[in-house]
T-cell receptor, first 110, second 114 residues
Framework: DAKTTQPPSMDCAEGRAANLPCNHSTISGNEYVYWYRQIHSQGPQYIIHGLKNNETNEMASLIITEDRKSSTLILPHATLRDTAVYYCIARSGTASKLTFGTGTRLQVTL | EPEVTQTPSHQVTQMGQEVILRCVPISNHLYFYWYRQILGQKVEFLVSFYNNEISEKSEIFDDQFSVERPDGSNFTLKIRSTKLEDSAMYFC????????????FGPGTRLTVT
């Protein structure tokens, strides 16, 4: 699976959009971009995934650049409960393992 | 909403003892996983399990580890002779099918080896 690079930490004011970037410049054509988050020491939670098109669900939006070398996870109206570590993962296949990096620690503040 | 459950939430054991961590995956799921997270470090893959066989394992998953699905609902991780460095959060996860994208994680078991 391709290596991903994320900033170690970010802050966001409550109610604002949180934009979390991820670089995956060596991603291959069959690798999807996945985002998970981990709130405190809980189990990771799936957020969204995409291949090349932008995706949106009830939690977030995923914007993938045309060359697929980077992506941005957008939480449109961050709340205090969105404070967590966010992981961007490049992964081929669906039933295969997830390889977690160090992620981005998002702190949402009042 | 169905969820993965894990027991116990916290296990304390002495070095050299055997421990069994238990997981109940979501009922119609077919693929099962164990991950661990040492305090302050990354979540690391240990093993995946499908059709009563290990499908993939990491270098961490050595001979002291084993997994089993003893009945239709439980999925267990056994550590034969625990070491201090086995202290970590252990997460179980499951996926419905080979075409499913999302892995569902349990809340974890905190293992403390003294």
């Amino acid at each position: 699976d391709a290596k991903t690079t994320q900033p170690p930490s970010m802050d966001c004011a409550e109610g604002r959009a949180a934009n979390l970037p991820c670089n995956h410049s060596t991603i291959s054509g069959n690798e999807y971009v996945y985002w998970y988050r981990q709130i405190h020491s809980q189990g990771p939670q799936y957020i969204i995934h995409g291949l090349k098109n932008n995706e949106t669900n009830e939690m977030a939006s995923l914007i993938i650049t045309e060359d697929r070398k980077s992506s941005t996870l957008i939480l449109p109206h961050a709340t205090l409960r969105d404070t967590a570590v966010y992981y961007c993962i490049a992964r081929s296949g669906t039933a295969s393992k997830l390889t977690f990096g160090t992620g981005t620690r998002l702190q949402v503040t009042l | 909403e169905p969820e993965v459950t894990q027991t116990p939430s916290h296990q304390v054991t002495q070095m050299g003892q055997e421990v069994i961590l238990r997981c109940v995956p979501i009922s119609n799921h077919l693929y099962f996983y164990w991950y661990r997270q040492i305090l302050g470090q990354k979540v690391e893959f240990l093993v995946s399990f499908y059709n009563n066989e290990i499908s993939e394992k990491s270098e961490i998953f050595d001979d002291q580890f084993s997994v089993e699905r003893p009945d239709g609902s439980n999925f267990t991780l056994k550590i034969r002779s625990t070491k201090l460095e086995d202290s970590a959060m252990y997460f179980c996860a499951s996926t419905r099918s080979s075409s499913s994208y999302e892995q569902y994680f349990g809340p974890g078991t905190r293992l403390t080896v003294t």
